[in-house]
T-cell receptor
Framework: DVVMTQSPLSLPVTFGQPASMSCRSS???????????LNWFHQRPGQSPRRLIY???NRDSGVPDRFSGSGSGTDFTLKISRVEAEDVGVYYC?????????FGQGTKVEIK | QVQLVQSGSELKKPGASVKVSCRAS????????INWVRQAPGQGLEWMGW????????TYVQGFTGRIVFSLDTSVSTAYLQIPSLKAEDTAVFYC????????WGQGTLITVSS
């Protein structure tokens, strides 16, 4: 199975400041169709996950543009340009290129 | 709008069976598969597999094969997750999510297994 490794596991942030987290895969996530199926999800405490980004860098409808995804191959990054209170929670990356789909262990974003 | 509504929390004894439902609305049910994801208490997300809502064919992740059953009732746009013989370690929140991109999620169903 493809192992997804996220870092850091805990990310203390300050409101209004940028934040960045990493996701690395044990194999390239470039599919045979040329697409890279790397998604990012956000889970607030007590809520279900919500998809933020699909295929590395495409923001879902309603996701603020302070969120951006980038990367290629095995290295991916999620950035928040200016952290807001609603951004706390756990962020998961997930690959959908190789069977079975696998998630990273999550990066917990909390306020300093 | 797309909605996935799951059945409510349940408390079960070891050895009992549970069936979680996931009712879809706001789109054509058979156009997207349904995934199931487990989240043990305080832990991360674990993909369990998916069911093709067109053919009814389930696909299970290796660690869950033989322990769970996915099924459908397309007449009511509903997918089901059944765990026939619960163990204490099955205590978790179970989520359904739509399609290969998991673009919409249910609210989650907490299954607690305790004697």
């Amino acid at each position: 199975d493809v192992v997804m490794t996220q870092s850091p596991l805990s990310l203390p942030v300050t409101f209004g400041q940028p934040a960045s987290m990493s996701c690395r895969s044990s194999q390239s996530l470039v599919s045979s169709d040329g697409n890279t199926y790397l998604n990012w999800f956000h889970q607030r405490p007590g809520q279900s996950p919500r998809r933020l980004i699909y295929e590395v860098s495409n923001r879902d409808s309603g996701v603020p543009d302070r969120f951006s995804g980038s990367g290629s191959g095995t290295d991916f990054t999620l950035k928040i340009s200016r952290v807001e209170a609603e951004d706390v929670g756990v962020y998961y990356c997930m690959q959908g290129t190789h069977w079975p789909y696998t998630f990273g262990q999550g990066t917990k974003v909390e306020i300093k | 709008q797309v909605q996935l509504v799951q059945s409510g929390s349940e408390l079960k004894k070891p050895g009992a069976s549970v069936k979680v439902s996931c009712r879809a609305s706001g789109y054509t049910f058979t156009n997207f598969g349904i995934n199931w994801v487990r989240q043990a208490p305080g832990q991360g997300l674990e993909w369990m597999g998916w069911i093709n809502t067109n053919t009814g064919k389930p696909t299970y992740v290796q660690g869950f094969t033989g322990r769970i059953v996915f099924s459908l009732d397309t007449s009511v746009s509903t997918a089901y997750l059944q765990i026939p013989s619960l163990k204490a370690e099955d205590t978790a929140v179970f989520y359904c999510a739509r399609g290969g991109y998991l673009d919409s999620w249910g609210q989650g169903t907490l299954i607690t297994v305790s004697s």
